[in-house]
């Protein structure tokens, strides 16, 4: 396996920056996907007054799904690349964006608890070294009856999603990758699917860290069976 974690992670993202919505863009149903799961945040009336966390912001394809199906909320991005930051502050439609360059893991030093109405993460998760300790800070981050959508690949646990999985990476994901002149960062990625949790498993951590009313939900295309929008709430009224 050729994982990365911690620095090398956020250095590869780095490296890998200046081509990474270019190669996203390629991938059927890639943005319609992300706004998809932000809208399953349900947030009513555009956001107006709420507070909007998106983590792991990357180049900002997930804050501009965000802010689609929440156009009047306040949106923070954090991102543990500064070179991924840096694409998604350029962008013309997410200048009223504050971004914040922090990995997940240092949430509790850089924001404070109940900062936050929403959170949505998108392809996060599988790329932390502690998925419970986040997403306990995430619970801790979110305001009582607080939502929380995430947006990963997560494979159903059929022997077809897993094979589909790595017949695409093998066959577009990973040589793709090498013409940016970063192959690790794409084997990362196959190699990260295939040992990250399924979904089943994944809206059993979600539980576990506390949320209420979890829900994995499917989505369409070539990435059923493949990525999940899992959705859940805090506990407790306003």
Known sequence: MTLLRGDALSEAFDRGSTAYDRL??????????LRRSARRLRLPDGGAGL???????????STAALIAAAPLARVTG???????????????????????????????????????????????????????????????MLVPSGRLAVHEYTLGGSPVDRAVWNA???????????????ARLYRHLQDS??????????????????FQGVRAL?????QTGITHTFVGRTAGQR
């Open 24 to 33: 996203v863009a390629a991938s059927p149903g890639y943005h319609a996907h």
């Open 168 to 182: 695409v990476c093998s066959a577009i994901i990973r040589p793709a990758g090498r013409l940016t002149g970063d």
């Open 51 to 61: 507070r909007v966390l998106d983590l792991g912001c990357g180049t900002g394809a």
């Open 78 to 140: 954090v991102d543990a690349s500064a070179g991924m930051l840096e694409r998604a502050a350029a962008k013309p439609g997410l200048s009223h964006v504050e971004f914040v360059h922090a990995p997940a893991e240092a949430l509790a030093s850089r924001l404070t608890p109940g900062s936050f109405d929403a959170v949505f993460a998108g392809y996060l998760f599988r790329n932390v070294e502690d998925a419970d300790a986040v997403l306990r800070l995430v619970h801790r």
């Open 193 to 210: 699917v295939n040992t990250f949790d399924t979904a089943p498993e994944f809206a059993a951590r979600l539980r576990g860290a506390g």
């Open 218 to 222: 499917p989505l369409p295309g070539w």
